[in-house]
């Protein structure tokens, strides 16, 4: 085939994809009439609650590592002391929301798409419909707010975890004081720093419910089907979180 | 009070419903039948509203359904589907009272779920259970109890006795008669199954090639020559799974 024609197909296919995206975004974000409280209620233990423990462990191990590895590192230039500094901003900044995201997309993007696609291929999203229900509204409205809204408050605790990770580590093998590793924390980072995490796990859970969701709802029958939509989900929010996170951090810090 | 009026539907260009016209008076049960791949399915979707049609209309009480019209339809529309489609996630009564509980408190509304379970031979331990705890059988009763939860005006059967052992086929054709005798519901049954047509029809529509073929009262089947063909089917078929 011509290869212009076909980077030309593949261009047309990639924005009809986009395109196709943002609209069942937006659809799921503002279709919000009637409001399933319920099923909005159920998403918030099932993104964010239970989420925690996994983001909790993935920030402490981390916010530990990386208090050593700055050690190690900084004590080629003399710099061991930057430890808490370097480790709360990069925590918050950066490794929080990007780590926290992506326990999140393994976690939910899958168990959405699975349960989205299962429901797809036994017929239960007709039923809903017969059952005078929107799809979009009961099963995809409430999964992208809980998980707009969820997501950033496991980021704050991921933040919170994983500097307590590094103090531990900081405290306990390094000799580090205690106030004195806590009050460095503090003075070197900016209430700018913060939120801009928060607002990257804003964005990331957004991506993942939507992934989980599109996936779901376009998923093949069967039970190959849904194996195949479920991988496809993780894989696409992991990748777009860190992309999103590239962009993101250019916007807010360049 | 369903009428359907020249209805086409095609995929990749291969035509699945090629002119169907048919029409279900108000408390009269009529069967669809027809071999698998013949557009039963399609037929059902286009009415819920689930594939657009490339042609024709369907009718609800002398009205076009369209996206003004069709949730007052579905309003009163009640739904067996052909493997339950009871929602995993919630209780069997919250299954069944799904839609009660949109618009009533969850006690009344549970009421009303354990009432129509009992009607389907279903006792109030059941509504407590999740869908999976179910068994083929309870599961497709369940599903009726959920169909004729908000005692609707017209009730769909997509092959209501598949899957189930003969025994438990007749038990669901007896209630599924009962129910729409009792309620004077209008009901539409997609079945490939003879003894449903027996049970449960007044009429009988064979679909073939994309248009209804014959269409008439359940009793002169088998004086029709254009069903000959798809009861040998049929019965052959029986042989074959009874054997």
Redesign the interface.
């Known amino acids: 085939m011509n290869p212009v024609r076909l980077t030309g197909r593949a261009a047309l296919s990639l924005t009809r994809g986009i395109g196709a995206v943002a609209l069942f975004t937006a659809r799921g974000l503002f279709r919000l009439r009637?409001f399933y409280g319920r099923a909005f209620g159920?998403q918030l233990v099932q993104i964010g609650w239970l989420s925690l423990p996994v983001v909790g462990l993935t920030a402490l191990f981390t916010g530990a590592a990386l208090a050593l590895q700055i050690h190690s590192g900084g004590a080629r230039f003399q710099a061991s002391d930057v430890v808490p500094a370097i480790v709360a901003i990069g925590m918050v900044r950066e490794l929080g929301p990007v780590l926290g995201g992506l326990m999140v997309a393994a976690r939910v993007a899958s168990s959405i798409a699975a349960?989205i696609g299962?429901?797809k291929v036994?017929?239960?999203i007709?039923?809903l419909?017969?059952?005078?229900?929107d799809p979009m509204r009961w099963l995809v409205t409430p999964r992208l707010w809980a998980a707009m809204l969820t997501v950033p408050a496991l980021v704050a605790v991921g933040d919170i975890i994983g500097i307590l990770g590094g103090w531990l580590v900081g405290t306990q093998s390094l000799g580090f004081n205690s106030a004195g590793y806590l009050a460095n924390s503090r003075a070197y980072l900016e209430s700018w720093d913060v939120v801009s995490g928060l607002l990257k796990g804003a964005a990331f859970g957004l991506i993942v419910a939507v992934c989980g969701c599109w996936f779901g709802i376009h998923s093949g029958r069967g039970a190959a089907g849904v194996g195949r939509a479920t991988k496809s989900a993780v894989v696409a929010a992991a990748v777009a979180i860190l992309a999103a996170n590239f962009v993101l951090t250019g916007l807010f810090f360049e | 009070m369903i009428r359907i009026e020249g209805l086409h539907k095609s995929f990749a260009g291969k035509p699945v419903l090629a002119g169907v016209d048919l029409a279900v008076g108000q408390g009269e049960s009529l069967c669809v039948i027809g071999q698998s791949g013949t557009g039963k399915s399609v037929l059902l979707?286009c009415i819920?509203?689930?594939t657009a049609p490339d042609a024709g209309q369907i009718l609800w009480q002398g009205r076009p359904l369209d996206r003004a019209t069709r949730?007052a339809f579905?309003?009163r529309?009640?739904?067996l589907?052909?493997?339950a489609?009871?929602?995993?996630?919630v209780t069997v009564w919250q299954n069944v009272a799904?839609?009660l509980r949109?618009r009533m408190p969850d006690a009344q509304a549970r009421a009303i779920a354990v009432e129509k379970l009992a009607r389907v031979g279903l006792g109030p331990e059941t509504a407590d259970l999740m869908p999976a705890e179910l068994s083929g059988g309870m599961a497709k009763r369940a599903g009726l109890a959920?169909a004729i939860a908000d005692d609707p005006a017209v009730i769909?059967f997509d092959e209501p006795t598949t899957g189930l052992d003969p025994i438990r086929a007749r038990r669901i054709n007896d209630l599924i008669r009962g129910i729409v005798t009792e309620t004077g519901a209008t009901a539409i049954t997609i079945t490939h199954d003879m003894d449903s047509v027996r049970a449960i029809g007044d009429r009988v529509a064979l679909l073939q090639e994309g248009r209804i073929a014959w269409d008439g009262p359940v009793a002169q089947m088998h004086d029709a020559v254009p069903l000959a063909a798809f009861l040998g089917h049929a019965s052959g078929r029986r042989d074959t799974n009874a054997t």
């Open positions: 009637p159920a349960e299962t429901m036994t017929e239960q007709d039923a419909v017969t059952l005078s229900t | 979707k819920l509203g689930l949730p579905l309003d529309f009640g739904m589907f052909q493997g489609a009871l929602f995993d996630s799904f839609r949109q959920r769909f």
